[in-house]
């Protein structure tokens, strides 16, 4: 099993920044992958940022890459994700995900274990 606990969200001006925290544990870090995705009410969660299987393959949105960066500290079991030039339709739940196994990090259902989730707003 594996235990994700997501921090860092807030509200935020358009054109700022925040970093989410995604700190795991129950499961040797090194076995899983980590991604993550977003939610806004009546939409289904959609894949933001990952890791390839196969490190240091990583992986973005096209509505994120360039002002987004995931990374991770193995010694912390934490993968993070830093948000930079926020745009307002940014604003969702932010929830990490976690996979054991090799699959297609874009989908939801590959991923078995998720976080409680942690909200971001971004105001105009």
């Known amino acids: 099993q594996v235990q994700l606990v997501e921090s860092g969200g807030g509200l935020v001006q358009a054109g700022g920044s925040l970093r989410l925290s995604c700190t795991a544990s129950g499961r040797t870090f090194t076995t899983y992958r980590v991604s993550w995705f977003h939610q806004t009410p009546g939409k289904e969660r959609t894949f933001v940022a990952g890791f390839g299987w196969n490190d240091p393959d990583t992986h973005y949105a096209d509505s994120v890459r360039g002002r987004f960066t995931i990374s991770r500290d193995d010694a912390k079991n934490t993968v993070y994700l830093q948000m930079n030039s926020l745009k307002p339709d940014d604003t969702a739940v932010y929830y990490c995900?976690?996979?054991?196994?090799?699959?297609?990090?874009?989908?939801?259902?590959?991923?078995?274990?998720w976080g409680q989730g942690t909200q971001v707003t971004v105001s105009s």
């Open positions: 995900a976690a996979r054991t196994r090799p699959g297609n990090y874009f989908h939801p259902g590959e991923y078995g274990h």
